[in-house]
């Protein structure tokens, strides 16, 4: 009984680790997303901010050479956002025309920084110090 029972706890901790890396979280998260090289697709092509599902947007698209020191080579990949419907995406549009999405409630922190120092560089510097996503502290 002891055997069967050290089997099931095994086997339960193997799919949890398993469960865990395909939402993105654990150890087991580089087995399923994997960052984007900026430079193997053509460099940044736009960033923009979108509201989900809806709400004010930026003017216009930030200037690529105001943000470019701080959008992250390589890219994190996209987190796993669960059950979220509501917040805003950041959108990186690189040169050979794909899109890579964050948000609208998930993102790597290196893309949370992005998002500051854009709303930073948009605002000149009026939203200090809660510049981030959702007037989170940043940058």
């Not at 900026?38 to 004010?56: C, F, M, Q, T």
């Not at 979220?84 to 922190?109: H, K």
């Amino acid at each position: 009984m002891s055997v069967k029972r050290a089997l099931a706890v095994l086997a339960l901790a193997v799919i949890a680790l398993v469960a865990g890396g395909a939402v993105g979280v654990g150890p087991l998260t580089p087995v399923f997303y994997w960052p984007i090289s900026i430079s193997a697709n053509g460099g940044v092509a736009a960033v923009d901010l979108r509201p989900i599902p809806e709400g004010p947007q930026l003017k216009s698209s930030p200037r690529i050479d105001l943000i470019e020191p701080y959008v992250p080579d390589p890219l994190p990949a996209p987190l796993f956002q669960w059950f979220c419907g509501t917040g805003g995406n950041l959108v990186v549009t690189l040169g050979n025309g794909s899109q890579v999405t964050y948000g609208p409630c998930y993102r790597p922190a290196s893309i949370d920084h992005l998002w500051a120092e854009i709303i930073y560089i948009e605002t000149d510097g009026q939203c200090a110090p809660r510049c981030g996503p959702g007037c989170e502290s940043g940058p």
